[in-house]
Structure formats: structure tokens, C-alpha cells
């Protein structure tokens, strides 16, 4: 989460804050035949369609995101 201002039309500043675009998903993983239930970010998405589940696991749970 990033903090920031919302700047009306005279110049007045607000706080407000930036939060991350997290989503609740479902996954199928076929080597188990299983679903996975993550919560994540549009962009990890993305990743996940992208590099395919199984590897998306293994990168979170190296980084510490994701407990197996």
C-alpha cells in the first residue's frame, strides 16, 4: 500500500492511499487435480497464465509468499 494526495481543482491535498488490485481466484492445478484458492494481484494473474501454475507456486513459495 502506498500513501499519496488527492489534489482537487484548487489545489487542496487529501491524503489518501494506493491499494494493490487484489483479487480472490480460483486455480485448477492438473497435476494434482486439484483447486487452489489465491488471493492475487491482477498482475500475478497474469504470471500465473502466463508461466502456468505449478512454476507460479514454486517462485511464491522461494520469495516466501505462498506456504504449500
Not at 24 to 38: A, R, V
Request: glycine share 8%.
Amino acid at each position: 500500500m502506498i500513501s499519496g494526495h488527492n489534489v482537487s481543482h484548487s489545489n487542496i491535498k487529501t491524503k489518501r492511499k494506493f491499494h494493490a488490485n487484489l483479487q480472490d481466484k480460483k486455480f485448477f492445478n492438473p497435476e494434482t487435480g486439484d483447486w487452489i484458492k489465491l488471493r492475487v494481484s491482477a498482475a500475478g494473474i497474469r504470471t500465473v497464465n502466463k508461466i502456468g501454475l505449478a512454476e507460479a507456486l514454486k517462485r511464491a513459495s522461494e520469495k516466501g509468499y505462498y506456504k504449500a
